[in-house]
């Protein structure tokens, strides 16, 4: 009897370690997934520097020669790039949780997954749009002789970061 009841723990002891097993290597597949999707979004993009540069536009106003109706006009710019920014990475981070929630069965629906990617991509594309409008609208409020300043103090921005 004993051994019966020692037999039965063990079995259901080493039941739920597969359990907890298979649900670990589940976790982390959702990881590396979240982790690649990750990887092909905001980092590969890089749209948070067009955000950086008006930022940087705006810390050297005085050496560009920012007079202060350009300055509060691009001061509204960069905070309408900051709320697009939010909203896309939540955007982005909730289509990229429904495509995995897609694809989580053995058997997922393709033209679903498909359609989910296609979503995202419609989200990445729409995004990048908006920032380009509003590098096109910083760059319309400045004089040519600005521009010239701001880009170099980009050039050498990008510089001081590689070395």
Do not use: W
Not at 58 to 84: F, H, N, P, W, Y
Not at 92 to 101: G, T, W
Request: net charge positive.
């Amino acid at each position: 009897m004993k051994k019966l009841i020692v037999l039965l723990l063990f079995f259901f002891v080493s039941a739920g370690n597969a359990q907890m097993m298979d649900m670990k290597k589940e976790h982390m597949m959702m990881h590396k997934n979240m982790n690649m999707m990750q990887q092909n979004g905001m980092k590969s993009m890089n749209m948070e520097m067009m955000e950086d540069n008006v930022g940087m536009c705006l810390e050297k106003a005085d050496k560009i020669g920012l007079t202060d109706d350009q300055r509060s006009k691009l001061v509204q710019i960069q905070r309408e790039m900051m709320k697009l920014n939010a909203r896309f990475k939540a955007e982005i981070k909730i289509a990229e949780i429904e495509l995995m929630e897609i694809m989580e069965p053995k058997d997922f629906d393709l033209d679903k997954a498909v359609n989910a990617t296609r979503k995202i991509s419609d989200l990445r594309a729409t995004y990048h749009t908006e920032m380009l409008k509003a590098m096109k609208n910083v760059r319309s409020i400045l004089t040519e002789d600005q521009y010239k300043k701001m880009k170099d103090f980009m050039m050498d921005s990008m510089m001081e970061k590689k070395g």
